[in-house]
């Protein structure tokens, strides 16, 4: 996958992790194959940070926008090493998001929600409902009958 990122070459996105399987010194990092998440070196990967409030929620408000299907994982880094999320396979960085978007999964779970930026409604916005055309002004041919 490239490691481009997403859309047109620019912003960021916020991402937000529950992980409460950290100890004292050991903090939620993202890593992936692209240069933007360290080349799968959980040394290199971007830090997730918390407080004593808004613990076991880890987040990063300026986690760079990837390509979607980027593959990426979860890792606690701390003293002792790195612990990879324990799941066989890799996540991939989701579909519709967008500059501003709220990314949010939990350590160990594959699944992600994403969220559309605030003030800019839902991210993907369905279409418009299709128009019923009125036929009472239409001819019987425009309105298929036989002729």
Do not use: Y
């Amino acid at each position: 996958m490239a490691a481009s990122i997403g859309g047109n070459g620019a912003g960021r996105c916020h991402v937000e992790v529950s992980c409460n399987s950290t100890s004292m010194g050991e903090e939620v990092c993202c890593v992936g194959g692209c240069p933007l998440l360290g080349r799968w070196d959980p040394n290199a990967a971007v830090k997730l940070r918390t407080d004593a409030k808004l613990f076991p929620k880890w987040f990063n408000d300026d986690f760079p926008l990837l390509t979607a299907g980027e593959e990426f994982k979860f890792v606690i880094r701390g003293p002792r090493g790195a612990r990879w999320e324990p799941f066989v396979g890799n996540r991939s960085f989701p579909f519709g998001v967008t500059a501003g978007s709220l990314v949010r999964a939990s350590f160990g779970d594959l699944r992600v929600e994403v969220d559309a930026p605030q003030g800019a409604g839902a991210g993907l916005r369905a279409p418009p409902p299709l128009l019923k055309p009125s036929h009472e002004d239409e001819s019987p041919a425009a309105q298929g009958a036989p002729q």
